[in-house]
């Protein structure tokens, strides 16, 4: 059973960069596909990025500004997701998210079935 555990999350000023990690245990990472999402207090939970188990270029919303860039290193067990240029309406709790084997509707968050216990986002204007 993988266990995720996110880490990187703080106060920021907006128009700073954070990167946060997820790490991986008990579970082969590689075989499962990971996806990061946020939730607002209030907010329904947001699609951010995913990457699929099977390799390939990082899955974003259509919405996606380029300010978020999510990568994988299978050597550590960890996705990552660099954010820059943060803006007060990232403030959010983030969360990451497994399926083993998943290729598709990776943005959807019902496809997941482990998920992290989320790390704070908080950016002040």
């Known amino acids: 059973q993988i266990q995720l555990v996110e880490s990187g999350g703080g106060l920021v000023q907006a128009g700073d960069s954070l990167r946060l990690s997820c790490r991986a245990s008990?579970?082969?990472?590689?075989?499962?596909?990971m996806g990061w999402f946020r939730q607002a207090p209030g907010k329904e939970r947001e699609f951010i990025a995913a990457?699929?188990?099977?390799?390939?270029?990082?899955r974003y919303p259509n919405s996606a500004d380029g300010r978020f860039t999510m990568s994988r290193d299978n050597a550590q067990d960890t996705v990552f997701l660099q954010m820059t240029a943060l803006k007060p309406e990232d403030t959010a709790v983030y969360y990451c998210?497994?399926?083993?084997?998943?290729?598709?509707?990776?943005?959807?968050?019902?496809?997941?079935?482990?998920w992290g216990q989320g790390t704070q986002v908080t950016v002040s204007p």
């Open positions: 998210a497994a399926r083993q084997y998943k290729r598709t509707l990776l943005d959807s968050d019902s496809q997941y079935d482990h």
């Open positions: 008990g579970g082969t990472f590689r075989t499962y596909s």
């Open positions: 990457i699929a188990w099977s390799g390939g270029v990082p």
